[in-house]
Structures are given as structure tokens and as C-alpha cells.
């Protein structure tokens, strides 16, 4: 018997996603429960967006107290939790200038027109080209799909926007063969994450920093899922030590409720004046609020330091599965951003541990991906384990 809620929305919803059939009612910690009662162990997190799981007390709190003052006003007038966020999430990433919007494909469609500001302004008005790497990903909307390099996701929507490049990542060589003077921008992933959590050489990004600075070319990171504390680094391009000209944010910033932003330093940030961008409900008060209590979480709460201890323990326990199933080809990633390269379909595992009570995602075509609230435990990992280990003896 089909359930009502899933029939109503396979009647009503557009399919755009391929959802398994269950539906959650409720989720505490790191847990879902569906509308049997049954509970799940998640290690998806909204794909890296549940920072601090699901009923946090302190961020239903604050929610519920904002909402009782004030939900949404326009740009046109100040809020004090979206100035208060601003001055905290700048300080912490080492940039100058923030500006809100809603998701991460919002926040790099305002890089990229960031970027093209800047570069006519400063550089000349034939530098609008961009560089992407290939096996990226950036988002759906236009701008973001003609820079993100996977082809499957261009399907059906060519032609996209021209004067977009791609090198391959990692590879500082053949980014050198396709900058030239018309090029303004350079927009990579420290950590690829939907191309199979892939992170890029130290080397690589100090040299791709050193072309970008003597060519006068906007260098864009794109965290929208490394960023905000994922990776043990409030961003992961702290942890390299090799600072962008632009970065974006997203997922885990509003830890559930839709925020996203661009950070830039000043001399990029002032090619925007009133009328070049805008986002009616960028820096509204209830998601600047979830998002202050995100960071004030990870940066005074000590959130921060046990994403950098669970990733290890979480890491080390990948590894030990790895000795032991020859199904596990690889572990790689930072902190709380990790993948398992696999010798099977990634959704055979998924499908199998989701049976178990095991929530996962896949990442490329090859990757299972961990990417679990990151006020995951020690208990919680060492169930993700047990789980897997069954999972990858069955299919093995």
C-alpha cells in the first residue's frame, strides 16, 4: 500500500529528485525518525547542511525568540542579527565583506557577477571569461551550471553561458594553458564534493593563488559545503593556508534554514554598489539568527574541535574497513567531509545500509559520502561502522 504522503506528493511535486520512499516526521541529535516510529542514524545531515542535528535546543530557542520579534524586513533597513552575523562570520574567515543570500547556487551567481564587477572595473572590459574545473559541481541555476564540470548535469539545458573554461583540478599546468588576458575569474572547490570528495593539493592551490594574484584574476572559492566548520576549519581554505579573493557559503551555515553568502576582501567587494545585486530575503532575521547560533557553536562552544577529532576517529574507522573489505578502494577528505571510493555502484551500499537504518549519499560516480551532523560522537561513528561493515560483507 502506497503511503498517503508519498502518493500526494508524487501527484503534486515535480520529479526532480529520485527520493526513497520513506517519510520523516521528526529527527534529536543524530537521528531521524520516519512516520512508523522507526529511527535512522544520519550521516547525511541534508547533505551537509544539519550542522548541529536535528532539535538542538539552544538553536530552537533562539529561532523560536526571533520569530516572536521579527521574521523578515526588507534590505532596505537594518537588522541587528544579520549586521551581528556579519561582523562575526568576516572575522572568522579573515575577509572584509559579506553579502546574504539564500542557497549556495544564489551565492555563486553573486561571485561570479562579483567577479565580472570587479574585473571590468579594474582589469578591462574584455576580461569576462571564467575557469572552472572539470569534475566540479556549483549548483543548478545558469550561471552555476555553465561553470560546474560534469556533463551529465548539462543535459537537456544547452546551449549554457558562454566564455566559461575548464582546467583540470589539481593540475596548475593546464589552468596556465587556459588563463590569458581575457580571463577574469578562477572559481574551484577546495574539497570537490558532489564530483566524489576530492581535496586539492596544498601546492596546488599556493600556486593557483600566485597566477590568479599576478594576472589579476578573481580567485573564487566555492565552500558551499566545505565551508562552515565541515572540515575541522570554520573554511577549509584555513586549513591550506591560501586565502581567495571571494568564497561562498551555504548548507551548514543556517544549520537547516535556507542562508547562503559571498565573502570577499574589499578591494573586490567595492565593485558592488546599490543596484548591482540584491536577494529580498538575504539576511533575513530568523535565518541570520539560525546561522549566529551555528558559528557561535563551532567558534566559543567548541564544535569546531570535535569535528577535527570525530573526522579523524571517523577516518581511521574507514580505514580499518578498507584492510577489510575489498569492496573499499580508497578513504579521502578533511574533517567531517569524507568519502569511501567504492567497487560497486555507491547506491547498492546506500540502499542496503538505509535498509539497516543507515542514512548515506553518494558523491560522483564512485564515492559514498559521510557527511553526518557534526555534533556526531564516537557511539555514533562506531554504529555507522558496525552498519557499513554488514552492508560491504553482504555485497562483497
Known amino acids: 500500500m502506497t503511503n498517503p504522503t508519498i502518493a500526494q506528493a508524487q501527484e503534486h511535486v515535480m520529479n526532480t529528485y529520485a527520493s526513497f520512499p520513506v517519510v520523516f516526521e521528526r529527527g534529536e541529535g543524530c537521528y531521524l525518525y520516519d512516520d512508523g516510529g522507526r529511527q535512522y542514524l544520519d550521516f547525511v545531515a541534508g547533505i551537509a547542511v544539519n550542522a548541529l542535528g536535528y532539535a538542538h535546543k539552544e538553536y530552537v530557542d533562539r529561532i523560536h525568540a526571533q520569530l516572536q520579534k521579527l521574521t523578515h524586513l526588507s534590505n532596505l533597513y537594518y537588522n541587528e542579527p544579520a549586521v551581528e552575523l556579519a561582523e562575526k562570520i568576516v572575522t572568522h574567515a579573515g575577509m572584509d565583506k559579506v553579502f546574504f543570500c539564500n542557497s549556495g547556487g544564489e551565492a555563486v551567481e553573486a561571485s561570479l557577477k562579483l567577479a565580472r564587477a570587479y574585473s571590468k572595473q579594474h582589469k578591462s572590459d574584455d576580461a569576462y ?21 560534469q556533463t551529465k548535469y548539462h543535459k537537456g539545458f544547452e546551449p549554457l553561458l558562454p566564455h566559461v573554461d575548464f582546467a583540470h583540478f589539481n593540475d596548475i599546468d593546464d589552468l596556465k594553458d587556459k588563463i590569458g588576458p581575457d580571463t577574469g575569474a578562477v572559481i574551484l572547490e577546495p574539497i570537490q564534493g558532489e564530483g566524489g570528495i576530492n581535496p586539492a593539493d596544498a601546492e596546488y592551490l599556493r600556486q593557483v593563488r600566485q597566477l590568479c594574484t599576478e594576472n589579476n584574476i578573481v580567485l573564487i572559492y566555492d565552500e558551499v559545503q566545505s565551508g562552515i566548520g565541515r572540515t575541522g576549519h570554520f573554511f577549509a581554505y584555513q586549513g591550506y593556508g591560501v586565502t581567495p579573493d571571494i568564497v561562498t557559503c551555504a548548507k551548514g551555515m543556517g544549520g537547516g534554514i535556507p542562508v547562503g553568502a559571498i565573502l570577499a576582501k574589499d578591494h573586490i567587494a567595492d565593485a558592488f554598489v546599490p543596484g548591482s545585486h540584491a536577494s529580498t530575503f538575504g539576511g533575513n532575521a530568523v535565518a541570520a539568527t539560525a546561522a549566529l547560533v551555528v558559528v557561535e557553536q563551532l567558534m566559543q562552544k567548541g564544535l569546531l574541535e570535535n569535528v577535527k577529532k570525530q573526522g579523524a576517529y571517523l577516518k581511521s574507522k574507514l580505514e580499518q574497513l578498507q584492510q577489510s573489505h575489498g569492496l573499499v578502494l580508497e578513504v579521502k577528505g578533511l574533517g567531517l567531509m569524507l568519502g569511501i571510493k567504492v567497487g560497486t555502484a555507491p547506491i547498492n551500499i546506500v540502499q542496503k545500509a538505509m535498509e539497516k537504518g543507515l542514512l548515506l549519499v553518494p558523491a560522483g560516480s564512485d564515492v559514498v559520502r559521510f557527511v553526518p551532523p557534526l555534533i556526531v560522537g564516537e557511539e555514533e561513528i562506531d554504529q555507522c561502522i558496525e552498519i557499513l561493515d554488514s552492508v560491504l560483507g553482504e555485497l562483497q
Open 129 to 149: 571569461k571564467v575557469v572552472a574545473m572539470y569534475n566540479s559541481f556549483h549548483g543548478r541555476t545558469f550561471g552555476a551550471l555553465s561553470a560546474t564540470g
